[in-house]
């Protein structure tokens, strides 16, 4: 893994893209953590992140106010999952892209940056649990995520993009920077899926 985004980002889809072709399509229905979001609407709502995050890397406007796609809807939504996750990468990678501002969001492109790859890496666990599945991130990309959603988080908080923090047994003591990351974002790094 290289220390640019762009090298995390690619980190963070190869992690993320094989957790999504093993997703059976009997378990789209399914809960996950991310408790506003069964697994086919966590799905729309990445498609939707994900291609999105491509327009604010070449600092154009995004549009978050349309419903996402139906993607799992579309026969070949794995594949697509894969290519635009590959454009999302090269996008970042492009010259510029972690520096200025990103679109409409007034917000430094590489804080943009590490708000999408927190997205892939947070939300690939959140559909690994819903699915049984086993997921484990780079630790570099957790540390880094750590640092930024650490800053993040208040502001998050009020925009409603992150739960409260979740309280970890013996006040973390002893936890993962994986786990401090899941209770950063409102998630119970012990949530398992209903039986």
Known sequence: MTNS????????VDGFLPVVRALPDERLTDPTPCSE??????LDHLFQVVV???????????????????????????????????ALV???????AEEGTAGGMGLPASVVGHMVLGDLVV??????????????PAPAVVDDLLVVFGELAPAGRKMG???EEHPLPAGG???SAWERLLALTGRDPAWTRPR
């Not at 939300?123 to 484990?136: F, K, N, S, V």
């Open 90 to 96: 090269e996008a970042w990678a492009a010259p510029g």
């Open 123 to 136: 939300h690939a666990w959140d559909l690994a649990r819903a699915t049984g599945q086993d997921y484990t």
């Open 5 to 12: 985004l762009s090298g995390r980002l690619g980190t963070a």
């Open 37 to 42: 979001y069964d697994v086919r609407r966590l």
């Open 52 to 86: 999105q995050f491509q327009l604010l890397a070449v600092k154009k406007d995004a549009d978050f106010s349309a419903e996402p796609e139906a993607v799992t809807e579309r026969a070949d939504w794995r594949d697509a999952f894969a290519a635009e996750t590959s």
């Open 173 to 175: 003591a002893g936890a």
């Open 161 to 163: 993009v992150f739960g």
